[in-house]
C-alpha cells in the first residue's frame, strides 16, 4: 500500500496474474479520487478515477474499488503484462478548483 | 487526446541562473498547475493558475514564481537557481468543467 518514505513500497507480480495496489486517503470530505501511472522518466499517465458517490469502476483491464467507510482505494490490474511495470499512485480531490493530493506511490515489478 | 508539452526534458543549470520552464497544453484547459516530484515526497504543488494572468500559491511556492499570459501556456520562473531545486517538474493541465488532470513528460532540472 501507499506510504510516505525514501523507499517506495513494491509490489512483485508474475506476468498474467491480477495486482492490487492500496491507498489510504486522508479527507473523508474527497469527492473524487484518481489513479495514475508513472513509467520511468515519464510524467503520470491518467488511468482511471471514480467518484465518492461510486463503490466501483471498471475500465480496460483496470478496476478501482473505493471504500468510504475506512477511506481506502485500490486498483487491480487484470492480467499483468510487462509493460504495466511502474510507478502507481492516487490522488483525492482536496479542493473544489481541482487541487490533487497525491499519495507517495507502489511500485509494480512485473515478473515473467 | 489531451496534449501537455514542455520545453525541455532535461535542464542543466548554474547556481544563481535564471530558469524558465515552459508549458503548454491545446486542449483549451483554463487551470494549469506546477509541481515538482522528489524521491520519497511524492509530488508536491508549487503554483497553479485558474485562468489568464491568474495564479495562486500551492503548497511550496517558496523561490519560484510564474507566469500566464495566454491560456495554453503557463511557465515557471526560478529567480536564482539553487541546488536544493534539483527536482523533476511536472506541468498539470485541467479543464474547470472536471476533475482531471493530465500531466506534461517532466523537466528534470539538475542545478550545479
Known amino acids: 500500500g501507499e506510504s510516505v518514505g525514501l523507499h517506495l513500497p513494491t509490489l512483485s507480480v508474475q506476468e498474467g496474474d491480477n495486482s492490487i495496489i492500496n491507498c489510504a486517503y486522508s479527507n473523508s470530505a474527497s469527492d473524487y479520487f484518481i489513479w495514475y501511472k508513472q513509467e520511468s522518466g515519464k510524467g503520470p499517465q491518467f488511468i482511471i478515477d471514480i467518484r465518492s458517490n461510486m463503490d466501483k469502476r471498471q475500465g480496460q483491464r483496470v478496476t478501482v474499488l473505493l471504500n468510504k467507510t475506512v477511506k481506502h482505494l485500490s486498483l487491480q490490474i487484470a492480467a499483468t503484462q510487462p509493460g504495466d511495470s511502474a510507478v502507481y499512485f492516487c490522488?483525492?480531490?482536496?479542493?473544489?478548483?481541482?487541487?490533487?493530493?497525491f499519495g507517495a506511490g507502489t511500485q509494480v515489478v512485473v515478473t515473467p | 487526446d489531451v496534449k501537455v508539452t514542455q520545453s525541455s526534458r532535461y535542464l542543466v543549470k548554474r547556481t544563481g541562473e535564471k530558469v524558465f520552464l515552459e508549458c503548454v497544453q491545446d486542449?483549451?484547459?483554463?487551470?494549469m498547475f506546477w509541481y515538482r516530484q522528489d524521491p520519497g515526497l511524492g509530488l508536491r504543488l508549487i503554483y497553479f493558475s485558474y485562468d489568464v494572468k491568474m495564479k495562486e500559491k500551492g503548497d511550496i511556492p517558496e523561490g519560484y514564481s510564474v507566469s500566464r499570459e495566454k491560456k495554453e501556456r503557463f511557465s515557471l520562473i526560478l529567480e536564482s537557481a539553487s541546488t536544493n531545486q534539483t527536482s523533476m517538474y511536472l506541468c498539470?493541465?485541467?479543464?474547470?468543467?472536471?476533475?482531471?488532470?493530465?500531466f506534461g513528460p517532466g523537466t528534470r532540472l539538475t542545478v550545479l
Open positions: 498539470a493541465s485541467r479543464s474547470s468543467r472536471v476533475d482531471t488532470q493530465y
Open positions: 490522488a483525492e480531490n482536496k479542493a473544489s478548483w481541482g487541487k490533487l493530493q
Open positions: 486542449m483549451d484547459h483554463e487551470n
